[in-house]
């Protein structure tokens, strides 16, 4: 038994198709036309410009969220690639970051019982008290 579809087949499925005005290009509009519309009502939208790329409003949020096991382990050792990375996401300058690591480590007590949610708010404060 030969298990193949049948070429002609393959022909009488796209005529019929062509037929009736089905396009891919139409089906695949209507698709991402839907998505557009279900995807910028949400409130996710917000960290999304329109060119896909997440604001900078939220790119603290999204690298805290994504990071957050490197950033404790970066913030029990008071120095790391992630913390500093974060300290540049916050805009803490160059010359407060030794300041900034400081006192992250030195809250780590609180810093390893934060949550995705709450280790930005600390990591922000930790920055703003370092601030000039």
């Not at 695949?28 to 939208?45: E, K």
């Amino acid at each position: 038994m030969n298990t193949r579809f049948p070429w002609f087949m393959t022909l009488a499925i796209l005529g019929l198709l062509q037929s009736t005005g089905c396009t891919l290009k139409g089906t695949v509009n209507q698709i991402t036309d839907t998505t557009s519309n279900v995807t910028g009502t949400t409130s996710g939208a917000a960290w999304w410009n329109e060119d896909g790329q997440i604001t900078p409003g939220f790119k603290a949020a999204a690298f805290a969220t994504i990071n957050h096991q490197n950033l404790q382990q970066d913030i029990s050792a008071g120095r790391g690639e992630y913390l500093n990375s974060m300290g540049d996401l916050l805009g803490v300058p160059q010359e407060h970051r030794l300041a900034f690591f400081t006192a992250a480590q030195a809250g780590y007590a609180r810093a390893a019982e934060q949550h995705r949610e709450t280790l930005l708010p600390f990591l922000q404060s930790t920055a703003l008290v370092t601030a000039p």
